[in-house]
């Protein structure tokens, strides 16, 4: 397994089918490491499509985003399924039939090794989470394992935190006092 990336390295470049709608003819685009320049970008994944832990987080995320967008955020979900598998997904899930973001298909997993959140033994990628700024540029990632599922809430309070460009003290949330 690759040494995980952190902060302040660049996130790895990646050109990945999508499944980005469940309208016929529209449901699939290529989306590259290019869409993430110039705003900030929120990336997570998870270990597989049709398992349980995942699709709580994958909605979660989806009722969250129009918090994402008021902060100039994209979101982008990923693993290691095929785009088919994430179409199929999404048409029998009725939790994840609307999601207003792209499922990135890390098909044969080289976002996920080259960032080092392969999980050892299963080869699935970790429940990790990406704040990537307007450079391209880590400032933040979260990593659970296979069994937990993360806090979409902290996500946010972390990216208004990252935002204000200022020391924020343990607990902060967006409109209280930093530290300047």
Not at 44 to 52: A, K
Not at 83 to 91: G, K
Not at 162 to 180: A, I, V
């Amino acid at each position: 397994m690759n040494r995980m990336m952190g902060i302040t390295e660049k996130f790895p470049e990646f050109r990945l089918q999508a499944c980005v709608s469940l309208e016929m003819g529209k449901e699939f685009k290529e989306i590259s490491s290019a869409a993430l320049q110039g705003k900030w970008s929120v990336v997570f994944f998870w270990p597989l499509d049709f398992t349980f832990v995942c699709p709580t987080e994958i909605a979660e995320f989806g009722r969250s985003y129009a918090q994402f967008k008021e902060r100039g955020a994209e979101v982008y979900g990923v693993s290691c399924d095929s785009q088919f598998v994430h179409l199929a997904w999404r048409q029998n899930h009725a939790d994840l039939k609307n999601l207003p973001f792209a499922m990135l298909a890390d098909y044969r997993k080289d976002l996920s090794e080259s960032l080092g959140i392969l999980h050892p033994q299963l080869k699935a990628p970790l429940r990790a989470t990406y704040i990537v700024d307007p450079e391209g540029v880590i400032r933040w990632v979260s990593v659970n394992d296979l069994s937990v599922g993360r806090n979409v809430k902290e996500v946010i309070r972390t990216l208004d935190a990252l935002q204000t460009d200022e020391n924020c003290p343990c607990n902060w949330e967006k409109g209280q006092k930093t530290l300047g």
